[in-house]
């Protein structure tokens, strides 16, 4: 892969899933990683994997939805390894309280959605972006948005609304601040199973939703946490030294959305359990 020595790199949401990937990616490509999160376990479990590779790394606990612990993560990254390269946003999510149609959709669930996929998105860039100003020779940030970003989130609108925000400001960014040699860029995975996802009652535990939706990728398969990382060990690297104000989409192919198919499928078990019941009236 990409050769990442001497670069620090920063992972929110580092400890699980997805960005527990991306911190794997950095470090076999022999970065140090810096790896944040509200929980402390999953982070010290990344770390040993981490080390275990031979990277230098370190938990740091961060509530990313907050300013002073947004800055604290920056300092406790410059107190280990003295700079920030490339700072991953990868923090981010709707829990199951939050989705419903959005006729439906009240202000609460609105804001705790946009306000941690948009909002603090844009103020942990900001932060990382600061200090790679300061550095004088500029980096990478990497937004993790979603392929929900450009096409319908039906459920979950207020995702797919501020995952769309995350690639509007990622090119505005890019545009901004490429003068301090800093490059912006997006990833946009396609259905990726986590642990979390996977364990019963989460979001892809039904065989059934799992085969229909690898039923709409080309590749035939659902992706993987390394699929993710690899690309963002690319876009941290040298390598990628012209690319700026991209969202890359990582979805094997796919152009169906996540949640589009069973969503569908549930309409149209809804209207034909209608349908039977008003003959049944009849």
Not at 44 to 55: F, Q, R
Not at 102 to 125: S, Y
Not at 255 to 272: C, D, F, K, N, S
Request: one cysteine or more; a negative charge; proline letters at 4%.
């Amino acid at each position: 892969m990409f050769d990442l020595t001497g670069k620090t790199i920063v992972v929110t949401g580092g400890g699980r899933g997805i960005g527990r990937g991306i911190s794997r990616s950095m470090a076999k490509c022999g970065a140090s990683v810096v790896v944040a999160g509200r929980s402390e376990a999953p982070l010290l479990d990344t770390i040993a994997e981490l080390e275990a590779l031979g990277a230098r790394a370190i938990a740091v606990p961060t509530d990313i939805t907050s300013s002073d612990s947004i800055a604290a993560l920056v300092q406790a990254t410059l107190a280990e390894f003295g700079s920030i390269d490339c700072w991953v946003n990868n923090a981010g999510s709707a829990n199951a309280s939050d989705v419903g149609p959005l006729i439906d959709l009240d202000e609460a669930q609105w804001d705790v959605v946009v306000d941690l996929n948009l909002k603090w998105t844009f103020f942990a860039a900001q932060a990382a972006a600061r200090q790679m100003v300061t550095q004088g020779y500029g980096g990478s940030i990497i937004n993790i948005s979603s392929r929900s970003g450009s096409q319908p989130c039906p459920m979950t609108g207020q995702y797919g609304a501020a995952k769309a925000g995350v690639e509007s400001l990622t090119a505005t960014a890019a545009a901004e601040w490429g003068h301090h040699g800093i490059r912006v860029n997006a990833v946009a995975p396609g259905l990726v199973p986590t642990e979390e996802s996977l364990a019963p009652g989460g979001s892809m535990s039904k065989p059934s939703r799992r085969a229909r939706q690898v039923a709409s990728v080309p590749m035939r398969r659902l992706g993987t946490v390394d699929d993710i990382g690899a690309v963002c060990a690319f876009l941290a690297s040298d390598e990628a030294a012209w690319t700026t104000g991209e969202t890359i989409q990582v979805t094997g192919g796919s152009r169906i959305p996540v949640g589009y198919l069973t969503y569908m499928h549930h309409i149209t078990e809804q209207l034909a359990a209608e349908q039977e019941a008003g003959g049944h009236n009849g």
